[in-house]
């Protein structure tokens, strides 16, 4: 009975079955009889399930070089693949840890064989995480323009939170800023800087830059002029003694610098209303917006009113 059904089972569907057949053959001699290749891979290290309260305290290459070998087209298809070596973390403690890497961790086709793993154990020191508030400091390269001057830098925020191993955070005196060129500004200008953390194993909390508000003005001079004094408002004729005061002033460079050429400082006497005879008056001193009267010598001027 069982003879039977078994002649029955290979007699039905025959051809199906031989075609498979001849196709798991093909397979067969195609991977076997393929010609074989062998190729170095690198390997990133995944960590996985780290306990919050554990940070890696010690540099590490993060990858691992392992050769392979097997059929060439398997080979070359593991090239141009993504994977990595996974390890979990789950039962890490603080202290040293050691990781032994072998081929049961990557994940490979099964007619490919791992011939090396460099290298074959990785340390890791784990420590426990802190966090701790630091200033940051901005750095600064080039000159602003010329007349010109750099009154501050404003940085928002002006504190960051650094997290990482308690030994490293307990170095940190203040943060630094990624270079901000500050050539050739003339006006304030707000920009966004990156914080250089090259020297620390250490992250921040939150974005690791800050938006830093760079104050340039105009550079202030002072300045001294001998100026005529004018008479203002009176039909009459009239002389002044002295004929020219000495003006002290401080002021933005590009008004100062060509002040007395363009006459926008004045020394002016009002003299409306004022009858035949003599009189000491203050001048009173026009200049352009931005510029500060220091002083003028002398004070007074005599004014002598003339008869018509």
């Not at 426990?128 to 001057?149: H, I, N, Q, T």
């Not at 760079?214 to 300045?223: G, L, P």
């Not at 008004?255 to 007395?260: D, F, G, Q, S, W």
């Amino acid at each position: 009975m069982k003879a039977g059904k078994t002649q029955r089972f290979w007699r039905k569907n025959i051809g199906l079955k031989l075609l498979a057949l001849a196709f798991a053959l093909f397979l067969w001699f195609f991977v076997v009889g393929e010609e074989k290749a062998e190729v170095s891979l690198s390997v990133p290290l995944e960590l996985v399930n780290m306990p919050d309260d554990l940070v890696i305290s010690n540099e590490f290459n993060g990858t691992i070089d392992v050769r392979v070998y097997g059929p060439r087209s398997l080979v070359r298809e593991l090239v141009t693949r993504r994977f990595s070596h996974v390890v979990d973390l789950a039962k890490a403690t603080p202290g040293k840890m050691t990781l032994h890497i072998t081929p049961k961790g990557i994940h490979l086709p099964m007619e490919v064989q791992v011939t090396r793993i460099h290298p074959s154990q990785v340390n890791l020191v784990l420590e426990s995480l802190a966090r701790r508030e630091a200033p940051v400091e901005a750095v600064l390269k080039g000159a602003v323009a010329a007349d010109y001057e750099l009154k501050g830098v404003e940085l928002k925020p002006a504190k960051v939170v650094l997290s990482g191993a308690a030994r490293e955070v307990a170095k940190v005196k203040k943060v630094l800023t990624q270079p901000i060129d500050i050539s050739g500004l003339s006006v304030t200008t707000k920009t966004v800087a990156g914080l250089d953390l090259r020297m620390y194993h250490l992250r921040v909390v939150g974005e690791p830059q800050v938006t830093a508000y760079i104050q340039v003005e105009e550079k202030i001079i002072r300045k001294s002029l001998v100026i005529p004094v004018e008479g203002a408002g009176t039909a009459y004729g009239y002389k002044i003694d002295p004929r020219n005061i000495e003006v002290s002033m401080q002021g933005p460079v590009s008004v100062l610098r060509n002040a007395a050429r363009k006459q926008d400082i004045r020394a002016v006497v009002q003299l409306g209303g004022l009858r035949p005879g003599t009189y000491l008056r203050r001048p009173v001193i026009e200049a352009p917006s931005g510029v500060e009267i220091e002083k003028a010598e002398p004070k007074s001027v005599r004014v002598i009113i003339l008869k018509k």
